[in-house]
């Protein structure tokens, strides 16, 4: 359920066409933006469990599923949550997002499973359980001042007027800075005079085609709302699926922002002591060339992009990078999707000398 008042700062939500910038409204407040996304469910039969450290529950993990048709692509499960196990003490019941990797339709066979570092485990046969539908809860902007263009499809009332189709859902931090886009197909289904002043309405969208962030990344959204962080390392306390929602922000700011370029020869310092997963590394990397907050790539592809320019370097330079043991240590065997090994750190390491970054390790 959304029963969430959501944050109540200075942040400003602009609803625009998305597509010729056509804003429907502002407001100051949105109820619904987090939430708890729709998840499957599957069940894994004849589970054999490799190894004592893959035995436990997995919160948040990433998985990939790598069945024994090879004709067939590995699949992920975002964000998954292990259950009691089914009945029978060779059953495994995992909850999880899927929507971009999900499994393909009617899938039944052999998988065998990792969570990006280990391999964890196989079954001999693996099912999707189909929810049963239910409604999804609205988003609800509160105190919007609406545009000319909402106005007059309120005043019309058909189906066609209420529907929006695509739109945009812009979010300005406390300071006014563009923070992100969040783009969903919706449709009016309600609106009422505001108790927060005279001539803005409570407008209420279908949620139905609108993925909320998810709660656990509540807070990290509400600190970014606040303003972007003063402080190298600010996510450093954060565990692996909050680090991935932190640097989706990361992310997200940078798109909505002018970048510039530090002349070539400059000297950069990466505190290494708390790359500890992969978004560590990107985070880390970030705040080495941009300071706190700082992007810098989130995948080895968009650090090579980075390193051609825009992004804040300008090649050559340098980079003293401390702690370099820890990422060794964690991330120099990684599991591909189909479960082959490669060392990320290595990895990491050519792809800076390859766009001009010269690394001293310490």
Partial sequence: MHEIRDHRGQARYTLTDGEQGHVWGVCAEADGLFGHPRRGTYELFGWVSEGAEARGAWMGSHLWLVPE??????????DTESHERSPGAD??????LDDYEGPPEGYRGFVR??????????????????????PAPPLVLRGLAPGEELRRALVKGTRRALDLEQVALELRDDRGEPLTQLLLWSTIRGWRPSAHGRDLIDLELDGEQFAPVPEY???????????????????????TRERDA???????????????????GHAYELDGRHITDVPGLYLALGEAVNGPGGYFGGCLAALDDCLRGTFGYT????????????????????????????????????????????????
């Fill in 246 to 264: 932190w640097l989706d922000l990361v992310r997200r700011r940078i798109c909505r922002r002018e970048r510039h370029d530090r002349p070539a």
């Fill in 91 to 96: 059953g495994l019941v995992l909850t999880a």
């Fill in 217 to 239: 990344a509540r807070s990290l959204w509400e600190r970014w709302l606040a303003g972007p962080p003063g402080t190298l390392g600010t996510w450093s306390d954060l565990d």
């Fill in 69 to 78: 048709d090879q004709a067939l692509e590995p699949w992920l499960l975002e």
């Fill in 113 to 134: 499973v990792h969570d990006e570092y280990r391999w964890l485990g196989s079954c001999q046969e693996f099912t999707r359980i189909v929810p049963s539908e239910q």
């Fill in 315 to 362: 090649a050559p330079a340098t980079l003293l990078w401390r702690n370099s043991a820890t990422a060794r240590e964690h991330l120099s065997r990684k599991l591909t999707p189909d479960g082959r090994h490669f060392d990320l750190f290595t990895e990491t390491l050519d792809a800076l000398a390859d766009g001009g970054m010269r690394v001293t390790l310490a």
